[in-house]
């Protein structure tokens, strides 16, 4: 091992044995299921750290021999205090769990009224072990009562800020036979007033836990375990609920404080089970404890930024918010700004040459059938070449309409010009979305209709092509709007919504522009979009300026609201053209959050056929690079679309990284149906090569339409 290794294992060691002397002290075994669970994850997480795989049974084995010895001692100070605030509802036993805990009475308990009116600290020493307890009055469960239930949270928010706790112990009775979610609003209201990582560290204690089980549905008591898994599923899925995270799986430690509770030889209450309760559950508030040691030492976690009652916060996704930060964007333009870049340089010649061509007659299929190979090679390609020219001509006759309406109607939109000079347009229903197969009839009447509109405002359904359930065909609707604002302001809303039976999903990207002059314009947009089960609200900005006639320079900042956590990010992008064919595109930026920073880049080159858009051909190549949280990850992507004949035409993406991983896109489409009959061929070629070369583990995906 290297010096900084060493350096690391020595001081995982130092926890490991502390933990292993807790455990000899609560009386448990190593080898009990959530030792062995806490011992394997430092394991792990050391290994993570160093990026090396440590002897464990070495180790193990090394740090059980110095917990013995250092216990046998007796003289051996233990390094170790736990703070833990208890929460709960009124009357469900917090102040007795307290007592137990400590085995004498810390707090004074009362079955007819409530004791604890305020948050008191309680402090004790048990088996060695300094622990301070937050207790705290008791909460009330109803929707009417939430307001008193705010004010107590807000004033144990306040206290724990001078006494940070390790452990939040949410006190429940286990006794409580109702299945529905009375608690939710509570919960709720704990969430939001302590916020959601108040749940991290959480243990669900079970008071009432020698209670008699409840009759199941076949009228006999049902078992000991059934009982407990079915009150603890329900408390649980709750705090799930609340949180917003169903990830979440609190564990759960059973409390029995009534005096005449079964006993074992040594004076511990026993539950039904046999367990003695209390030893248990001091093991998982150490155990969380210590894992929360084990964190901030290896800064798998950042202890100290962003953190809400010493309870360390998940780190946000920086990379992917980070991706949508250095996304180059398009400032809105009004109408009769839209074509401000455009050069109808050279048209004048093409104009002549077309003019100029003979006349052309185009021949019949019969006709064209007669001809000879040369000849038919000669015929199509005079075909092409005075349709591209005809096209040029028709796209360069329409930016000059447009240039000229602008010179002669500044100031107003192009729609107003054109009511004199055009007719009406006539919304028409649009063809149905072509549908999977289904159970459904072939009777489409039932199925949504739309128009398409002859407004700036549009709205279409959202298909999804892979659903079997077709009682609308859709799952969604998307909305897209462009407008003006005080007529000077271009503005772009688009959004999307879908829900289907268990999820719901919202995107949403909005932008307004400002022009400065003829060569700058500042963007402000608002964004929503989903990150994982959570919404993610996005603050942006950029200002754009020309530098040069084909350089152009942008800088922005995003502000991201994730939840709890803020993420402020800054970029700056760099645009060359150099021609008409070749543009470059630079960007770098950086995104911090809770004290964590990833910083990235990317280089796009465009290379575009000299005759585009009226040729399709476009050949894009870009490079990234992303750093973040002490990784270094390299992606290379290269898209191209071009023609294959007359008939055909095809498009090609690959996308590697230094993962060695990637994706290898081919599509191609054709009007020969010889050659689309062709393409079915291959995955039968495909599927005789994997037979004959098993374990293969490329993954080829190839869709025919």
């Known amino acids: 091992m290297t010096e900084e290794q060493k350096k690391l294992h020595e001081k995982v060691e130092l926890i490991r044995v502390k933990f292993l002397r807790l455990v000899h002290r609560l009386g448990h075994s190593p080898e009990d299921t959530v030792v062995a669970q806490v011992l394997y994850r430092l394991s ?29 001692d ?53 088996e060695g072990v300094k622990i301070r307890v937050l207790d705290t009055p008791g909460l009330r469960a109803s929707g009417t009562d939430q307001a008193s239930s705010r004010r107590i949270l807000a004033s144990i928010k306040k206290y724990t800020k001078s006494c940070p706790p390790d452990i939040v112990l949410y006190v429940d009775r286990m006794d409580t036979l109702t299945r529905d979610q009375n608690d939710l609003p509570l919960l709720r209201t704990i969430t939001s007033t302590l ?39 329900a ?32 004076g511990q209450k026993v539950l039904p089970n046999g367990l003695s309760w209390r030893p248990q559950m001091l093991l998982l508030c150490y155990s969380s404890k210590i894992l929360s040691e084990a964190n901030s030492l290896l800064k798998l976690q950042d202890p100290s930024p962003g953190k809400l009652f010493g309870l360390r916060l998940r780190p946000p996704p920086l990379p992917f918010l980070l991706s949508s930060l250095l996304q180059s964007r398009a400032h809105p333009k009004l109408q009769s700004d839209q074509h401000d870049d455009l050069s109808d340089a050279d048209q004048g010649e093409q104009e002549d040459e077309y003019d100029q061509l003979p006349p052309f007659k185009p021949l019949k299929k019969s006709q064209i059938a007669k001809l000879t190979k040369e000849q038919r090679r000669a015929y199509f390609d005079e075909y092409d070449y005075r349709v591209k020219l005809l096209q040029k001509k028709q796209w360069k006759e329409e930016l000059r309409r447009l240039k000229e309406m602008k010179n002669r109607q500044k100031g107003y939109m192009v729609e107003d010009f054109d009511q004199d000079n055009s007719p009406a347009t006539v919304p028409v229903p649009l063809p149905d979305m072509v549908l999977p197969p289904s159970f459904d009839c072939d009777t489409p009447t039932y199925r949504y209709r739309f128009l398409e509109p002859t407004s700036q405002f549009l709205a279409r359904p959202v298909l999804d092509t892979h659903g079997w359930d077709h009682d609308c065909g859709y799952d969604g609707v998307s909305l897209e709007e462009s407008l003006a604002v005080a007529g000077r302001f271009p503005a772009v809303l688009s959004a999307q919504v879908t829900k289907d039976k268990k999820e719901f999903s919202i995107h949403l990207d909005s932008s307004v522009s400002a022009k400065h002059g003829e060569n700058g314009s500042t963007l402000a947009g608002f964004d929503v979009q989903a990150v994982g089960k959570q919404l993610a609200y996005v603050l942006r900005g950029e200002t754009k300026f020309k530098m040069l006639k084909k350089n152009r320079a942008t ?58 858009p ?32 007359r008939n055909s035409k095809m498009a090609v993406r690959v996308g590697l990284n230094n993962k060695r991983t990637g994706q290898i896109t081919v599509r191609t489409s054709t009007s020969e149906q010889l050659q689309l009959a062709l393409v079915g061929i291959i995955p039968i070629a495909i599927s005789i090569f994997r037979s004959m070369k098993p374990g293969e583990s490329t993954v080829l995906v190839i869709p025919v339409e």
């Not at 476009?618 to 071009?642: K, P, R, V």
Request: net charge neutral.
């Open 44 to 72: 792990l997480a050391e290994g993570i750290r160093s990026g090396r795989q440590t002897g464990r049974a070495y180790s193990l084995e090394s740090a059980k021999m110095k917990a013995l010895l250092l216990e046998q």
């Open 74 to 126: 007796g003289n051996a100070d233990l390094d170790f205090a736990c703070n833990i605030l208890v929460l709960g509802k009124s009357g469900v036993g917090k102040s007795a769990t307290i007592n137990s805990i400590f085995g004498v009475e810390k707090s004074p308990t009362n079955a007819f009224k409530q004791e604890t009116t305020s948050v008191k600290e309680i402090v004790g020493t048990v």
């Open 195 to 233: 916020g959601s990582s108040i749940w991290f560290n959480a243990i669900v204690a079970l008071t009432h836990a020698a209670s008699a089980p409840p009759d199941g549905p076949s009228g006999s008591p049902l078992s000991y375990e059934v009982f407990v898994a079915q009150r603890s599923h």
């Open 235 to 266: 408390v649980q899925q709750s705090i799930r609920l609340a949180a917003g995270d169903m990830r979440l799986m609190n564990p759960v430690a059973l409390v029995e404080n009534h005096p005449s509770c079964r006993r074992n030889k040594e």
């Open 555 to 612: 800088g922005g900042f995003s502000v991201t609201f994730l939840g709890e956590t803020i993420a402020t990010g800054l970029k700056f992008e760099d645009q060359v053209s150099i021609g008409k064919q070749v543009n470059l595109v630079a960007s770098t930026g950086a995104v911090r959050a809770q004290g964590y920073t990833a910083h990235g880049a990317n280089l796009e080159v465009r290379l575009r056929d000299k005759d585009y």
């Open 614 to 645: 009226i040729s399709q051909a476009l050949a894009t190549l870009g490079l990234s690079l992303m750093s973040w949280h002490g990784d270094l990850a390299l992606g290379a992507n290269l898209q191209s679309q071009f023609s294959i004949g």
